[in-house]
């Protein structure tokens, strides 16, 4: 995985990132999740989430699952911008990945987008039905990856989110 040169080199430390989490709230006293019922069809069962981030932030998000794939399946985790769409990635969820997406507010810094995704993956492994081991990160369809994603996928194979409360 190649670094860009907008990501500091401290925001790729272990160490930086272990101290992080060391105290860090994820806020899964203030998960809920609501099935969406509007949404949901035969082949895919989607449900609303809202997860307080490390800092109070609201994170609001669809989790979708595909109904036809028996035991435990992979999951993708994605974002939209402030005033993007929440909607399923039917693409992802044919492949019978589960797909997360979330939206988070405008103007957040770098390591605060990072926490984001990390409160959202977390939370995607707790969810029945989901293999934690099986983590894809960012959109597939971009040919790039966003700076928070690109840390999040190196936190992931230092596996240093298996040390999370």
Known sequence: MRVRPSVHP???????????FQNLDLGQHALSFLERHDLSTRRAKVAEFSLCAHDGTLLRGLCSRPAWV??????RVRSVGPNGPLEMDMATLKQGVADFVFQGPDGRPLKDRVLDVVAVVHMAQQVRGIDANRTNLGDHNMNRTDDEFMIAEHLLAWDLLSTLP
């Not at 401290?10 to 992080?20: F, G, H, Q, T």
């Open 10 to 20: 401290l925001l790729l430390d272990p160490i930086y990132w272990r101290n992080c």
């Open 70 to 75: 028996p035991g435990r399946r992979p999951f």
